[in-house]
């Protein structure tokens, strides 16, 4: 059985940073590629970053604009775990982030991840 289980949310200030991890399970982690997506209160869900995979020939990334300079996407294939580190938290960034994982097709679409996370949830003071 897939399981994506999202971790490390919580309460942080505006300026400060989190790594939210994501433990998978049930598949063959290295083959797959990796995104997070957000959904926050009465918004759509948006894409945050994704991973290519591609052990061999190096990893590829993509980030959305209003995240790129701030926040980092990485996975240790070893540990079955994807991470995004955050850093400079703006109360925009509060929201739920989700893990999602596919094994054939890399890009900035929900739609193309068909394994995914419940979620973990993100919350910026002011």
């Known amino acids: 059985q897939v399981q994506l289980v999202e971790s490390g949310g919580r309460v942080v200030q505006a300026g400060g940073s989190l790594r939210l991890s994501c433990a998978a399970s049930g598949l063959s982690f290295s083959s797959y590629a990796l995104a997070w997506f957000r959904q926050a209160p009465g918004k759509a869900r948006e894409f945050v970053a994704s991973?290519?995979?591609?052990?061999?020939?190096?990893?590829?990334?993509d980030y959305a604009d209003p995240v790129k300079g701030r926040f980092t996407i990485s996975r240790d294939n070893a540990k079955s775990t994807l991470y995004l580190e955050m850093n400079n938290l703006k109360p925009e960034d509060t929201a739920v982030y989700y893990c999602?994982?596919?094994?054939?097709?890399?890009?900035?679409?929900?739609?193309?991840?068909?394994?995914r996370g419940q979620g973990t949830q993100v919350t910026v003071s002011s």
């Open positions: 999602t994982a596919s094994q054939t097709t890399y890009g900035r679409s929900w739609y193309s991840y068909d394994r």
């Open positions: 991973i290519s995979w591609g052990v061999w020939s190096g990893y590829r990334s």
